[in-house]
Each structure stands twice: as structure tokens, then as C-alpha cells.
């Protein structure tokens, strides 16, 4: 492969994401993808491109290296970027020249940071998607020295940026009742909408765990309901009373009582809060939730009009005079980052 992006270095939870596999919940395959879609969006917005698929960086990312010049974004969870040693801005385009060392260190908030590239990457498929599913041992996390194929690039502007929804310190989610949130006694379901949570360290892209101020929760027999089919966004209570929200590689079905059900609008929030990040949820009702849907795929689509050009302060700056400010010449050789 002639057009690839190095990895030389690999944080511990690196992975190629995209919209994931539906329809194979038949077969016992959850969804899987991005755990930030919305992330996924903003990426195809600032690279004027759709079908995303980019580097899913848990925690903190890598050093990567271009074999020839292309544009990037960054998207997701802010990270510490650097460009050959000159910092990036997150949540923008730039250009990674051919042979330019690009590092991104751990997260400064949020859990979940999206690197996305022009083209988009070109990995071979496993049932009509290159993300990978670790659950369902489908693909691998990326390890260091991977070169990941890139596909050609129409191109497009470089130096944009997005104003990106704060998502990643935590917040309020907004829950739908399940099939069994009737099981739990009236007291608990009037105490879940008023408590606050904190996200605990138990977390992975099966779900995560949040522990309750107060008591835990749970209905008589809970563990023994009848296992059905559970989704991402559903708040199973397990045996010692805290909930647990599953994402996107949870498993198909369960047998947990589930107290609600975070609605998808939501659920870039709670994949997004990181370890400690408070937490609490309130119940809607389904026209609530429907319109808080509809909303949401509003703001996709209009995220490429919200993008807007870079304005660089001069002295930041260091080759001024090499830029075309005005009207003239440039040197022509000099690259925006």
C-alpha cells in the first residue's frame, strides 16, 4: 500500500469505528461502532466526506506518521495534540504533511477521542463494516507499527473547525422506562430520577458502571427475570444494586432487571463521561423522547454549515511573511497545520 498512516505508537484501547453492523442482532451480534457518534458526524463534517470510519482513541492515542500529505480532523474527547512539537487544535482540520510525526496524549476531559483522516481508511471488511467489535472478537485494537491503508482523497479545505456540544464531563440523562422498570418499587423509581451518580472506573464498550449516592436498587427475584433481547442505552441493575448502562458492544440479551432505557440522543454523553464524572438521569415520556431524536439527527445534519475557517492569531505565527495575507504572492511551498 503506497497511501497509509504509520502507527508508531498505540494508547491501550485504539480501534478503527464506524456506524457498526446492524442487523445481525439475529444472530447475536450487537451493533458495535463508534462509541461517540455524534463524534463520527463532526469528523465527516470538517473533511466534507460521509461513511466515516476513523481511529477510535480510548483514554489517550498514539504518534502516527503520514506516507504522503493528507488532511486530518479531531474530533471526540479534547486530547493533547501536537503536530512536529506545535500544538493542534481539537475539534478541526489539518494538514499532515508526508513524513510529519503527529502525537496525541491522554484525554484532558471526556474518554473517547476520534481521529479521522481524507479518503477515510481502507482496512478490509468483516461483515460490511471495518470497525472492531472486541466483544465478538471481530478485528483487533490497532498495535504499534500497523499501517493503515488510506483511501484517495477528492480533497477539500484544511485550517476549519467545529464548535463542538459539550458532552464530556458528565450531565443529565434522559431515560425512557423499559419493559421492567415497573418491577422496582415506586420509592426506588422516584429516588433514580432524583439521585445523583458517579461514573465509576469499571467501564469498557460493553457498558459502564455508575454508583448510586444512596442505596442500591433492585426488585425481588430481579436476577431471576426471563433473558430477552437488551440494547444499547438499556440500565441493567446487577447484584450489588448499582446500574449499569450498556454501549455499544453490549451483549444481545440479559437477564438483568432493567430500570430504563437511555435514549440514543444521550448516549454520546454517558459513553463520553469519564472515570469519577457525576451523573443523573431523568425519565421522559416516549413523545419527549421521539422529539429529542428527531432534534438530534436535525443537529447532524446541519454540522456542516457550522463549520468555519481557523482565524490564527499573527503571532502565533512563526513564518508570517511565507503566508499569503492579502493580496500577492506567497512562497507557495508552506502548508497550513
Known amino acids: 500500500m503506497s497511501r497509509a498512516l504509520i502507527v508508531h505508537r498505540a494508547g491501550p484501547a485504539l480501534t478503527l469505528q464506524d456506524a457498526g453492523r446492524p442487523g445481525w442482532i439475529t444472530y447475536g451480534l450487537s451493533r458495535g461502532g463508534a462509541m461517540d457518534r455524534l463524534a463520527l458526524a463532526e469528523g465527516e463534517a470538517l473533511l466534507g466526506r460521509r461513511g466515516a470510519v476513523a481511529l477510535e482513541m480510548g483514554g489517550m492515542g498514539g504518534q502516527f506518521e503520514a506516507t504522503e500529505e493528507m488532511r486530518i480532523a479531531l474530533t471526540g474527547a479534547p486530547m493533547r495534540a501536537t503536530l512536529d512539537g506545535a500544538p493542534l487544535l481539537w475539534h478541526a482540520s489539518h494538514l499532515l504533511p508526508k513524513g510529519a510525526r503527529l502525537e496525541i496524549g491522554p484525554a484532558t ?15 478490509p ?3 460490511h463494516a471495518q470497525s472492531a467489535h472486541l466483544t465478538a472478537n471481530l478485528g483487533a485494537p490497532v498495535a504499534a507499527g500497523t499501517r493503515l491503508a488510506v483511501a484517495p482523497d477528492r480533497g ?37 430520577g432524583r439521585e445523583g451518580f458517579t461514573r465509576d472506573n469499571r467501564a469498557n ?35 450489588d444494586g448499582a446500574p449499569f448502562v450498556l454501549l455499544a458492544e453490549c451483549q444481545t440479551t440479559g437477564g438483568y ?4 432505557t437511555v435514549i440514543p440522543a444521550d448516549l454520546p454523553r454517558i459513553a463520553q463521561a469519564p472515570a469519577g464524572a457525576r451523573l443523573s438521569f431523568r425519565f421522559v415520556s416516549l413523545p419527549e423522547a421521539l422529539a429529542a431524536e428527531a432534534a438530534y439527527r436535525r443537529q447532524i445534519a446541519e454540522l456542516p454549515r457550522k463549520v468555519v475557517p481557523v482565524v490564527r492569531d499573527p503571532a502565533d505565527v512563526p513564518d508570517l511573511l511565507s503566508h499569503k495575507l492579502v ?11
Open 109 to 123: 476531559s471526556g474518554a473517547y477521542g476520534y481521529l479521522h483522516v481524507g479518503g477515510g481508511f481502507a482496512e
Open 125 to 127: 471488511e468483516i461483515l
Open 156 to 192: 477539500g479545505e484544511t485550517g476549519r473547525k467545529l464548535a463542538a456540544e459539550n458532552r464530556f464531563a458528565g450531565g443529565t440523562l434522559r431515560v425512557v422506562e423499559s419493559l421492567q422498570t415497573a418491577f422496582f418499587p415506586p420509592e426506588q423509581r422516584a429516588r433514580f
Open 205 to 239: 464498550r460493553m457498558g459502564v458502571k455508575v454508583v448510586p449516592d444512596g442505596a442500591g436498587y433492585g426488585v425481588e427475584g430481579g436476577l431471576s427475570v426471563v433473558s430477552e433481547v437488551i440494547s444499547p442505552g438499556d440500565i441493567q441493575i446487577t447484584g
Open 257 to 260: 432487571p432493567r430500570l430504563g
Open 327 to 337: 493580496s500577492g504572492f506567497s512562497s507557495g511551498d508552506h502548508h497550513d497545520h
